[in-house]
């Protein structure tokens, strides 16, 4: 998830897009993330216990059966799923309309673009939408404190140009961020 994201940040950076085929090929992976999440579940279930880290780290909690109430591992990938693919769709609902409520409100709709919105979208699928809402939060402070720097710099130079920033580069920073501290407090 990392290295697509930093792609995506770093294309931003160069050019200020986020292209719709790279977004295609990014899909499946974030897609997975219900399915992976449900079948490791269903067989830590079925052997062992699980701390839970690598669900966490992607935004989603691998909640345990204990070991008699396991049945097979496929039906108890079957009984995880739906819960994991409703925690996935909500993620790309927040990810989605909070950008898209924010392209909107902007004037001129010169604000959020429609592949940050995207993008958006696609990772809430992987990270679900209380992990989505952090990544959102942290990005958006990021992106304000360097909105306030570089206004500050302008300000010095007397450029009286309209600042305007790439905002994935944002997203990996925030989606790092919440990563790590899934991963400390998981």
Wanted: glycine fraction near 10%.
């Amino acid at each position: 998830m990392f290295a697509c994201i930093g792609g995506f940040a770093t294309y931003d950076l160069r050019t200020r897009r986020v292209p719709d085929r790279a977004l295609l090929l990014f899909s499946p992976i974030a897609l997975a993330a219900p399915f992976l999440d449900a079948l490791v579940s269903s067989l830590a279930a079925d052997t062992f216990t699980v701390q839970g880290r690598l669900g966490a780290c992607m935004g989603m909690s691998l909640a345990v059966a204990p070991p008699e109430a396991a049945g097979t591992p496929l039906s108890q990938f079957l009984l995880m799923l739906p819960p994991a693919l409703l925690r996935s769709l909500a993620g790309t609902a927040t990810g989605f309309l909070i950008l898209f409520a924010a392209a909107m409100a902007s004037p001129g709709g010169c604000g959020v673009g429609g592949g940050d919105i995207k993008l958006a979208a696609v990772m809430g699928f992987a990270y679900g939408p209380s992990h989505m809402t952090a990544i959102l939060l942290a990005a958006s402070g990021l992106a304000a404190i360097a909105a306030l720097i570089m206004n500050h710099r302008n300000r010095h130079t007397n450029t009286q140009k309209m600042l305007s920033l790439p905002f994935v580069p944002f997203l990996a920073a925030g989606s790092f961020l919440v990563t790590i501290a899934a991963i400390l407090t998981g």
